[in-house]
């Protein structure tokens, strides 16, 4: 294995790829200009921190455990299907498409006592186990917000969750794996995806009786209304709910006071994956807020600030100056690229990888606390029930039969029928059915082991060396190896170990020099160390940022996991910068 991953990258090489430097004029530029900010800046810790920060997370997530996210789960899904046979007029009122309408489509004690099937046959020992064997020290696991402050209708439907993630976090105790409580699902919904609990301003356009089929609209009129009143047309906040905010900032207390004994949490994330139309300076102070409430408490543990997908100096580069335990959260995918060769994804993984090492470079922690191997839109439900973004998937997606369901055929609607196309409800945008028992998964390229192999390690050079961490996401799916760390682990597409050796083979990709001020010390010695010791002038900042010699000129597709469409440019000129395309609809990411 060590010779392999070294060979492929030699190989890909010597077709003429280039060789990515820092530019080190504008990383001296920030690093100064973070200097500066720390006599003024809001978001300023006090006090003498030696070796600030030097702490490192590597491992994964329990995604579409406690939140549920269909595509992750597809088969407690699947009884949702052929809802106007099932149900009539009345099929919206019968559907689940997250974890909300999973409370109401199904009444709360029909949905808790599914939900508690299903929380113990998605995640068991011997997945904590395995993870603790094969290359993982902490786990991230996404939870609800109304395990700690409840609320309706997840009161009674969601009974039992708190005592599944005591059940985990005895077996991280017992394995010898940390935990990192991620907050995934907001009051009000933080972004209108099925990931934040709620899947936000949706309408039902069509029936059986008015269109023969129960069909949905999402996208177009998609909003999170969770930090305020989200206005569709102006793509702005009319204003902003101090209320679900202050209910937060309760969760955050609440959480911090369940599990301020337990041995296995060293952090929490206030908030998952907030939009990127969030107001920065409302998001900046709830986090600033959240992490006193945290340090106030466990001054040890880390608190993980999600970069509402704007990982730009401009924004982060003043804020939490002179802070411990603390990181900036970016979540990198290529999922939504457009059909690119192979080496156009391992090429632009390490272009990602410099972003992130510009940002450790000026003196701001970072964690890539999500990415996968997925280099299509594939993945069956990814962007929901019977639904995809606008205009995807972009390639001819590879279909299966769908496999046996997780929690066995007991589970409702798990016999599907061969016989049958697609069944609604569908949503408006792209296609991604169940049809004649198949499902739809992400296409692989010839000998795909050999480029899923460089892939994942070109990433690993990207998102964890030199960096504080990384997070696979997601631990396990039903049918998905390219966003399951252990299919991963066990196809040889990533490392299971993070020895000497197989340090050295990641370090063989992407050739560039690492940040003096990557952590070195691992994440128990870290917490213990620490213990003692988008406006214009944001955009300007960003491309300047990235304006490297080696990348002026190239365009990048990359596509964030979380559902943009791409139907929106304008162009913004710098002098002595060419122009270059920014995407307004999808800020997650940036065209270059």
Not at 284 to 313: A, C, E
Not at 424 to 445: A, H, I, L, N, W
Request: aromatic share 12%.
């Amino acid at each position: 294995m060590t010779d392999g991953p070294r060979a492929q990258r030699t190989q890909w090489r010597s077709n003429g790829k280039r060789h990515i430097e820092f530019n080190e004029q504008v990383v001296e530029k920030y690093r100064q200009q973070r200097l500066t900010s720390s006599l003024s800046a809001p978001y300023t810790c006090s006090g003498n921190h030696d070796n600030l920060n030097q702490f490192h997370m590597r491992g994964t997530a329990l995604g579409g455990w406690l939140v549920l996210e269909p595509w992750l789960t597809p088969s407690l899904f699947y009884q949702f299907l052929d809802a106007s046979a099932k149900w009539g007029d009345d099929a919206p009122n019968h559907i689940g498409l997250d974890s909300y309408t999973f409370c109401t489509a199904l009444g709360k004690e029909e949905a808790n006592k599914q939900l508690r099937r299903h929380w113990k046959a998605w995640v068991k020992e011997e997945h904590i186990q395995y993870l603790a064997q094969n290359g993982v020290d902490t786990i991230r696991i996404p939870v609800g917000d109304w395990m700690y402050v409840p609320y309706e209708p997840y009161i009674g439907c969601m009974d039992g969750a708190m005592d599944e993630l005591n059940r985990i976090l005895q077996l991280c105790l017992k394995y010898d794996i940390k935990a990192l409580i991620d907050v995934h699902a907001m009051k009000g919904s933080q972004n209108g995806l099925d990931n934040s609990g709620n899947t936000e301003r949706l309408k039902w356009v069509s029936t059986l009786s008015s269109g023969g089929e129960a069909v949905y609209e999402h996208w177009n009129i998609r909003g999170g209304d969770w930090i305020g009143s989200y206005n569709s047309t102006t793509h702005q906040y009319d204003n902003i709910n101090t209320t679900n905010i202050e209910h937060s900032l309760n969760v955050i207390r609440k959480l911090v006071d369940v599990h301020k004994s337990d041995p296995v949490v060293i952090g929490v994330e206030p908030v998952n994956e907030p939009w990127w139309p969030t107001p920065i300076d409302t998001l900046k102070q709830f986090y600033w807020d959240s992490y006193q409430i945290i340090q106030s408490v466990r001054p040890d543990w880390i608190t993980l600030l999600h970069d509402s997908f704007r990982l730009v100096p401009g924004i982060w580069g003043d804020f939490m100056i002179n802070c411990p335990n603390y990181a900036i959260d970016s979540h990198l995918y290529q999922a939504w690229a457009w059909e690119m060769p192979p080496e156009w994804f391992e090429e632009h993984a390490c272009y990602d990888g410099e972003m992130v090492r510009i940002m450790e470079s000026i003196g701001v922690p970072v964690i890539v606390g999500e990415w996968s191997l997925a280099t299509d839109n594939c993945a069956m439900w990814l962007n929901g029930l019977n639904d995809n973004v606008p205009g995807y998937p972009k390639v001819k997606c590879e279909r299966i039969v769908c496999p046996p369901p997780y929690m066995g055929y007991d589970q409702p609607g798990t016999l599907l029928d061969p016989t049958k196309g697609a069944q609604d409800p569908f949503g408006t945008g792209g296609e991604s059915y169940v049809e004649y028992g198949t499902c739809p998964r992400d296409k692989p390229f010839d000998n795909d082991d050999f480029v899923m192999t460089t892939l994942g390690y070109s990433k690993l050079n990207a998102f964890d060396l030199g960096t504080h961490g990384q997070f696979f996401w997601n631990f396990r799916t039903e049918f998905e190896p390219r966003w399951d760390y252990m299919e991963a682990t066990k196809k040889g597409w990533i490392p299971s170990k993070y020895e000497k050796e197989n340090i050295a083979d990641i370090a063989a990709f992407c050739s560039w020099s690492n940040p003096t001020s990557a952590p070195t010390l691992p994440v128990e010695a870290a917490v213990a160390h620490n213990t003692s010791s988008a406006n214009k002038d944001i955009i300007n900042s960003f491309l300047i940022f990235i304006s490297v010699s080696t990348i002026i000129g190239s365009i990048i597709f990359i596509r964030k996991r979380r559902r943009e469409p791409i139907n929106s440019y304008k162009y913004v000129t710098i002098p002595n910068i060419k122009p270059v395309a920014i995407n307004t609809v999808q800020s997650e990411r940036y065209q270059i």
